[in-house]
C-alpha cells in the first residue's frame, strides 16, 4: 500500500464503545468509519493507518484487510490463503502467528482452519523463496488474523503486534485491572471535560486517573511502545517518525494552551496506592495526578472547584460470602454521594445487575458494555439535591 492509497481496515473494540471508536478514527483521518459489533471498519491510507495505532485510546487492535474470498470448505480457505503474496507483506524472517473468529460459519473446526491457514501462507513462502517462517504463538513477529461469516473469508495482517491497550506504563496490575481502552472509554461516556475536577475513588492500579490525564493533555497512548506495523515490508520510517512528532508537539501545545487536570485518584490499601504510583511515573504522569491512600467515604469534593466527575469501578466479583458485605459498600457509596456531591455526575462500572440496587438512587443513564466476556453496566447518577434517592432498595 503507498502511502497515499486508502485501503479497508478494521479495528476491534470492547463491545459497547463501537460508535465512540468510529468517531474517534474519523478524527484521525479514516473515512467511511462503520461501527459494527466488535470494532469499526474503516478506511485509512498509511499514515492513518499509523495515526490510529498511535493515537486511539479505545482500539484493541487494527487489521489491514489483505484478501476476501468466498468458501465452503477448509480447503476453499486454504487456496484463498495460498492465492495472496505473502512475500511481499513481511519477510521469511519474521515468525508468525494466526487467529481465526467466526460467526454462522459451517465449518466444524477453527482450530484446523487455522492450521491450513498456516500451512497455505508457508507453502506460498516456500514456492517463492524457498524458505518458510517459523511459527511462534507467543511472540511472533507478524500475526495474520481471519474472519470467516457464513460464505465468506476475509483475511488480516495485524498491524498493531501486542494489544493496543498495552500501553506500555503498567508496571502493576492492581488486584482486578480495568484494560486501558476500556478505562478510557469510561472516562469518554463520563462526558468529562478537562476543565472539571475528576475523581476515582477506588483507583486500584490507577488506570482510570491515567486515561483520563493523559486524554486532558492529549499525550498519544500508543508513545511508549512498538507496533506490528514496523515489521511489514512496507514500513515507511520517515512517516513514522513524522507521525510520532506530530502526536508530541500535540501533547506539548496542550500543556501550554491549557492548565493541568484535577485528576485525583485514591485507594483504601497501600499495596493499590503505590501499584498507582508506579504506573503514574512509568506514564510520566508523576505530579500530575494526585493520589492518596483514603477511605472513599472520607473524601470530599476539591474547594473552590466546579463541580466534576466521578468514575468508579468497584468489585463486583462475588465468591461465597461476599454478596453482604459488597452490598454494604455500595449502600455507602449511595449514601456518600447524596451527602457531599450534590450537582457532580457520578459513572459506577459494575457487571452485577443486582448490586447497584444497594446504592438507593436512580441512575439516570445505563450503557450496556462488555468487560471481556463479562456483560457490564455503566451507570449515570446525577446528584441533585434531594431528587434521586429511591423510597426502597428494589424501587
Known amino acids: 500500500m503507498s502511502r497515499s492509497d486508502f485501503s479497508s481496515h478494521f479495528a476491534t473494540c470492547p463491545r459497547g464503545l463501537e460508535a465512540l471508536l468510529a468517531a474517534e478514527l474519523s478524527a484521525l483521518g479514516a473515512r467511511g468509519a462503520a461501527p459494527v459489533p466488535g470494532g469499526v471498519a474503516f478506511e485509512a491510507d498509511t499514515r492513518g493507518r499509523y495515526r490510529a495505532n498511535l493515537e486511539s485510546r479505545l482500539a484493541t487492535r487494527v487489521l489491514a484487510r489483505v484478501g476476501e474470498s468466498a468458501y465452503r470448505s477448509e480447503e476453499d480457505v486454504y487456496r484463498a490463503a495460498r492465492a495472496l503474496d505473502w512475500p511481499a507483506m513481511f519477510s521469511v524472517e519474521r515468525s508468525l502467528r494466526v487467529d481465526v473468529s467466526a460467526v454462522r460459519s459451517p465449518l466444524k473446526s477453527l482450530d484446523f482452519v487455522t492450521l491450513r491457514i498456516k500451512d497455505a501462507v508457508c507453502d ?33 495482517l495485524d498491524t498493531s503486534g501486542e494489544p493496543l491497550y498495552k500501553r ?144 468508579m469501578n468497584p468489585p463486583y ?22 451527602r457531599h456531591f450534590a450537582g457532580w455526575r457520578c459513572y459506577l462500572f459494575s457487571g452485577d445487575p443486582q448490586l447497584p440496587r444497594s446504592i438507593r438512587l436512580r441512575a439516570t443513564r445505563r450503557t450496556p458494555l462488555y468487560n471481556g466476556a463479562i456483560e457490564c453496566r455503566l451507570l449515570e447518577y446525577r446528584m441533585v439535591e434531594g431528587s434521586l434517592r429511591r423510597k426502597t432498595p428494589g424501587g
Not at 513524522?242 to 500535540?250: C, D, F, I, P, S
Open 317 to 338: 466479583g462475588v465468591r461465597l460470602g461476599e454478596r453482604e458485605a459488597l452490598a454494604t459498600l455500595y449502600a455507602g457509596i449511595g449514601d456518600w454521594l447524596k
Open 124 to 156: 506460498r513462502f516456500r514456492a517463492d523463496t524457498g524458505a518458510r517462517p517459523d511459527v511462534d504463538t507467543r511472540q511472533p513477529g507478524v500475526r495474520i488474523h481471519a474472519f470467516l461469516d457464513a460464505s465468506r473469508v476475509i483475511l488480516y
Open 168 to 311: 506500555g506504563y503498567r508496571r502493576s496490575r492492581g488486584e482486578a485491572p480495568l484494560k486501558e481502552n476500556l478505562a478510557a472509554g469510561l472516562v469518554a461516556l463520563s462526558g468529562w471535560r478537562p476543565e472539571e475536577p475528576f475523581i476515582d475513588p477506588m483507583c486500584g492500579a490507577g488506570t482510570l486517573a491515567i486515561e483520563a490525564a493523559m486524554r486532558a493533555l492529549d499525550i498519544a497512548p500508543g508513545l511508549g511502545r512498538a507496533f506490528g506495523f514496523e515489521r511489514l515490508a512496507d514500513f515507511d520510517a520517515s512517516l513514522w517518525e513524522a507521525v510520532q512528532r506530530g502526536a508530541r508537539e500535540a501533547a506539548a501545545a496542550a500543556r501550554e494552551r491549557r492548565p493541568p487536570p484535577m485528576v485525583l485518584a485514591s485507594d483504601l490499601h497501600y499495596r493499590e496506592v503505590e501499584s498507582a504510583r508506579g504506573n503514574l511515573s512509568a506514564a510520566g504522569l508523576e505530579g500530575l495526578v494526585q493520589l492518596k491512600q483514603a477511605q472513599l467515604t472520607d473524601l470530599r469534593p476539591p474547594r473552590a472547584t466546579l463541580p466534576g466527575v466521578i468514575v
